[in-house]
């Protein structure tokens, strides 16, 4: 083996070992241990930060801001990390401290110019391209920490009715659409519950832990393939962009039916408890969709559309005169 090898070899070693001696070290790659002692001496010159516990049972440790050792990319891997960097400049905060700028510059220092060069070129034409969120997201590595530890978090967060204290257990944190989200066991609720992370204004971590019973790809894949428990049907006729928009939606893409390429439909069930956010989503839509099933449904687009109105009648705006004296 030749030397260059051994010290790459030795590199993972002791990066992968929290502790270890020269005997450890002589007898993983067949060398002395004066040879052990000298190659771990040339680590340690090289930057790698070793500490040196002296004693009967003492030895080498590895501080916690070790570095890791270098890795060999292949033209292609490195195009794909390169480039998988990129999405996430779409989200203003990120779980841990990820220096997302700093990491692509060491990256693309270290590709040979030709590669370089080929990178440029692409980066002028290929994105990832995302609803990029100015709202910053405080938590994210402490609901990651509470998470992996099993921890229950007493927390204060936005809704719709106001600021209120909430208790619960998070299995983790998801990106979607330029937002973070948090799946958690709430506490007092005595179930699952979904919390937009960047509506959460404080967080503490409680003295007691929780194991909801779930992981975060299991309830991600059980959330978007459960059935309605009080399912109610939803027919919606579409225009042509109204199929633009629905196929957006990951909850709605699935049951679009088309017609033809400029109309179709959507036929399926949902949940009663989403009645309100379904109402909101093709109020919006406006002429592009127009809900057939359920009635409550339909209902609540009408009052929403005369609230609307009201708003914006006659009474409500400035008199001609008034407004030449502006």
């Not at 709605?252 to 109309?263: G, S, T």
Request: charged share 25%.
């Amino acid at each position: 083996m030749s030397k260059a090898k051994l010290l790459f070899d030795l590199v993972m070693y002791v990066n992968s070992s929290r502790r270890f001696t020269a005997q450890d070290v002589a007898d993983e790659f067949n060398v002395s241990v004066r040879t052990a002692h000298r190659y771990l001496t040339e680590l340690s010159e090289m930057g790698v930060p070793l500490y040196t516990e002296p004693g009967r049972s003492g030895g080498y440790r590895v501080l916690d801001n070790r570095t890791l050792p270098p890795v060999l990319f292949r033209e292609n891997e490195a195009f794909s990390i390169f480039f998988a960097f990129q999405a996430l400049n779409y989200y203003p905060s990120l779980p841990f401290e990820i220096d997302i700028r700093s990491v692509s510059k060491k990256l693309y220092a270290s590709l040979p110019a030709d590669t370089r060069r080929k990178i440029d070129r692409l980066d002028a034409v290929l994105s990832f391209w995302g609803k990029k969120s100015s709202i910053p997201t405080k938590f994210l590595k402490e609901i990651v920490e509470a998470a992996i530890e099993k921890q229950v978090v007493r927390f204060e967060y936005i809704s719709r009715d106001g600021t209120s204290p909430r208790e619960a257990a998070p299995i983790g944190v998801y990106a979607y659409n330029g937002y973070w989200y948090m799946p958690a066991f709430d506490m007092d609720a005595n179930q699952m519950r979904l919390f937009r992370a960047d509506r959460i204004v404080t967080l503490d971590k409680a003295d007691r832990v929780y194991a909801p019973g779930i992981a975060l790809h299991d309830w991600l894949r059980s959330h978007t393939e459960l059935e309605p428990v009080a399912p109610v049907r939803l027919y919606v006729e579409l225009s042509r962009e109204g199929l633009r928009q629905c196929r957006g939606q990951p909850w709605l893409e699935p049951h679009i039916v088309m017609k033809n390429e400029d109309a179709g439909y959507i036929d399926t069930f949902i949940d009663r408890k989403e009645i309100e956010f379904v109402s909101q989503y093709f109020f919006r839509l406006g002429t592009e969709a127009k809900v057939v099933e359920p009635e409550i449904i339909v209902s609540r687009i009408v009052m929403r559309t005369q609230k609307l109105l009201q708003h914006y009648t006659a009474a409500n705006r400035p008199t001609d005169a008034a407004a030449e004296l502006d």
